[in-house]
């Protein structure tokens, strides 16, 4: 048993962060991957250069440095505006909102390809279906092709929502009371930095452990045929 000298609610609080901006993360970040993997199929070049410059320059830049572009950036934009109106005073950017932000602009660079082949994996024939029965192609795509779309999408969802979860550790440099900045509070009181790194690195080994049984929960519902095996 780890002995926690009494920090264990600042571990459980932090721990409430982390879920807290893992899932709001990944609601945003959807949206941003199912508008991009949109864009990138659209018929019009202009969207399809936005979406594509969008993944190529997300994915090819540290997440962390996204955290501190969008956190410092952030309050030098506001700095900026509020300067306008004679204030000039410092001006701190949320670090939850900021590192919702980053996290969500990064998780939707990744899932804009997962939505993006997915898309791609359902047969065109579905498309040419809807279209002859008089759907428009937004209410084909809303009602035919995007339930299917998720279930193909899923495992790799799973897996970008595991790399989410680990990646809400950056957001602790700015500020944020997550799971390792509550570690690193402890430590500077108790002096057992090896305690406190490894009740978070459990912590975090539980909550990688739940996102992927909850995974293959949703993979077994969207399967039907999976649901009846052994």
Not at 41 to 69: C, Q
Not at 179 to 188: E, G, L
Request: glycine share 8%; charged share 10%.
């Amino acid at each position: 048993m780890i002995d926690l000298h009494g920090f264990g609610h600042l571990l459980l609080a932090g721990t409430w962060v982390t879920v807290k901006l893992a899932l709001v993360s990944l609601s945003l970040g959807l949206v941003f991957g199912l508008l991009g993997a949109a864009a990138k199929l659209s018929e019009y070049k202009v969207l399809r250069a936005i979406a594509t410059a969008y993944t190529t320059l997300i994915r090819g830049i540290p997440e962390l440095l996204i955290v501190f572009a969008i956190y410092f950036g952030g309050s030098a934009l506001v700095m900026a505006v509020a300067s306008i109106f004679g204030y000039d005073e410092y001006i701190e950017v949320n670090p939850f909102m900021a590192g919702v932000a980053a996290l969500s602009i990064a998780f939707g660079a990744y899932a804009t390809e997962v939505f993006r082949m997915a898309i791609l994996s359902i047969p065109q024939g579905q498309w040419e279906s809807a279209q002859a029965l008089g759907m428009t192609r937004s209410k084909t795509f809303f009602r035919i092709i995007l339930p299917q779309v998720w279930r193909v999408a899923l495992p790799g969802l799973g897996n970008l929502f595991q790399v989410l979860l680990k990646d809400t550790a950056l957001v602790s440099v700015v500020g944020l009371q997550d799971i390792i900045r509550q570690a690193t509070t402890a430590i500077s009181s108790t002096k057992e930095p090896f305690t406190f790194y490894l009740a978070a690195a459990c912590i975090y080994l539980i909550l990688t452990a739940i996102a992927t049984a909850g995974t293959l929960w949703m993979e077994r519902a969207c399967t039907p045929q999976a649901r009846y095996k052994g």
